[in-house]
């Protein structure tokens, strides 16, 4: 178990998390200038970028060790990653929320929103094409959602749930799902689909 977490950066991933969180306080609701390929307007916030890191982090750290030693360990080392992500999402959401009680900063709740969905997220990606390219699409989806994901009058599409506001029910049934299937997808698969492939070979 303990070279399991010095292979995952644990501790780094903790602390990674918990500045995302602290700099989601701080500049979460800063607009960032990113133009809008589809003529529509709205507001960007620091927020919905900033949050991506720890699920990135999550990724650097499976990416670390051998795929074909692990896939072949008697360890559940998948259920450990798995466990990994959601100790991360949901400690990250219940700061986010305590922060939102004692603040009454609605910022907090998005930072702890996306953290999760964005864990999620990458999970899922993970599962199927290895965390190398989880950590690259993952970080693509927020700047994917800033250019094309807002209605002619500004307001976030609904399928855009990462860039809705707060108190979206919507975002947070969304997110709910995601983190849920990312979960159930490092649980239960040993390895990206390639490494499967050359397993059964």
């Not at 969180?21 to 900033?50: C, E, M, N, V």
């Not at 692990?70 to 400690?91: C, I, K, M, Q, Y």
């Not at 305590?98 to 996306?114: F, S």
Request: aromatic letters at 6%.
């Amino acid at each position: 178990m303990i070279w399991w977490s010095k292979a995952r950066a644990a501790q780094r991933l903790a602390a990674v998390t918990a500045l995302t969180i602290g700099l989601g306080l701080l500049l979460g609701d800063t607009a960032l200038p990113i133009p809008i390929l589809t003529g529509q307007s709205g507001t960007f916030l620091a927020g919905h970028l900033l949050t991506v890191l720890p699920a990135v982090v999550l990724m650097y750290g499976k990416e670390r060790t051998d795929h074909r030693l692990e896939a072949t360990a008697a360890r559940p080392v998948n259920r450990w990653d798995a466990g990994l992500a959601a100790l991360t999402a949901t400690s990250a959401a219940a700061v986010a929320g305590l922060l939102y009680l004692l603040l009454d900063a609605d910022i907090a709740v998005v930072t702890g929103r996306n953290i999760a969905a964005y864990i999620g997220i990458a999970a899922c990606i993970s599962a199927f094409l290895g965390p190398r390219i989880a950590a690259f699409l993952t970080t693509v989806v927020p700047l994917g959602l800033a250019h094309t994901g807002w209605t002619p009058v500004g307001k976030a599409e609904i399928w855009a749930w990462l860039l809705h506001d707060a108190d979206s029910a919507t975002a947070i049934a969304s997110t709910v799902i995601t983190l849920m299937a990312g979960l159930f997808s490092l649980w239960l698969r040993r390895g990206p689909i390639s490494l499967t492939i050359v397993r059964a070979r």
